[in-house]
């Protein structure tokens, strides 16, 4: 059993870099196309949605529970940069692109972190402390 989560936890990992690079990519090459209308909400979408994805996923590695955390907190970002950029279209638009990945992430950092957890109870012989 625990070799099993500690395969699934590295494939979480895996998947979660790889998903940080693809992200990174398509922002740095959406940055070209920035205007100056609606500039501010393009920007916090941009960085939020694409460019910390990347850092983030990388620092899950070492703290996933932080990296979950710092996932969610850049979902409501481009969810609010979504919402005052094009309203409640603007926040479905946002959750049919970005919203499904990044809650898939941030529920395999979850299970990183609490198979961590379970790891260093069973090298110490006890039960797991939060």
């Not at 690079?21 to 205007?35: E, K, P, Q």
């Amino acid at each position: 059993m625990k070799r099993k989560r500690v395969l699934i936890a590295n494939a979480v990992l895996v998947l979660g870099v790889i998903y940080g690079s693809v992200a990174f990519l398509i922002g740095v090459a959406a940055s070209f196309t920035l205007n100056g209308k609606d500039f501010i909400e393009s920007l916090i979408g941009l960085v939020m949605g694409f460019l910390a994805i990347l850092p983030i996923t990388i620092a899950a590695i070492w703290k996933p529970r932080t990296s979950a955390l710092l996932v969610a907190i850049c979902l409501i970002g481009v969810e609010c940069a979504g919402f005052s950029n094009d309203g409640l279209r603007g926040v479905a638009l946002v959750a049919y692109k970005l919203a499904v990945p990044d809650l898939l992430l941030i529920c395999g950092y979850t299970f990183v972190a609490s198979a961590a957890i379970w790891n260093r109870s069973d090298r110490n012989g006890q039960a797991p402390q939060p």
